[in-house]
């Protein structure tokens, strides 16, 4: 992928294996495999984690694809994309997420808030 300037536009230039990794793109499939399922949940525990840095995602879970934790396509993995996330779930699978496992997610992305805000519970302001 390469960035190309013309008449002062910035043009993102997809190779055409490229171009086919972001179509076979499966929202949810965090983990890389071809399925979304409960193997996906700790994958996306990480991405929501990584405060929206697909670095230290990627340390986590080399294999992953931060990307497919994104679920509603708003440019950042964050709380928003939980309830996406245990949709994708039931609905890619015979047997939908145990309730525990699904409660256990829901605890993680509270968590994670609480820590990036100071443990207030909110957002923390710039």
Known sequence: ?????????????????????????????VNG???????????FIAALAAGND???FLKD???????AADLNM?????????????????ASSAAAAEPATLALLLMAGLLITKRRSGGTGRYARD
């Open 1 to 29: 992928m390469s960035f190309v300037s013309a008449n002062g536009m910035e043009h993102l230039r997809f190779t055409a294996l490229e171009a086919l990794e972001v179509m076979a793109l499966l929202k949810g499939d």
């Open 33 to 43: 495999d071809s399925k979304v399922d409960n193997l996906d949940i700790t994958p």
């Open 54 to 56: 697909e670095a230290i």
């Open 61 to 67: 879970v080399p294999a992953g694809s931060f990307l």
């Open 74 to 90: 708003d440019g950042a993995v964050n709380n928003i994309d939980i309830t996406p996330f245990i949709s994708h779930l039931g």
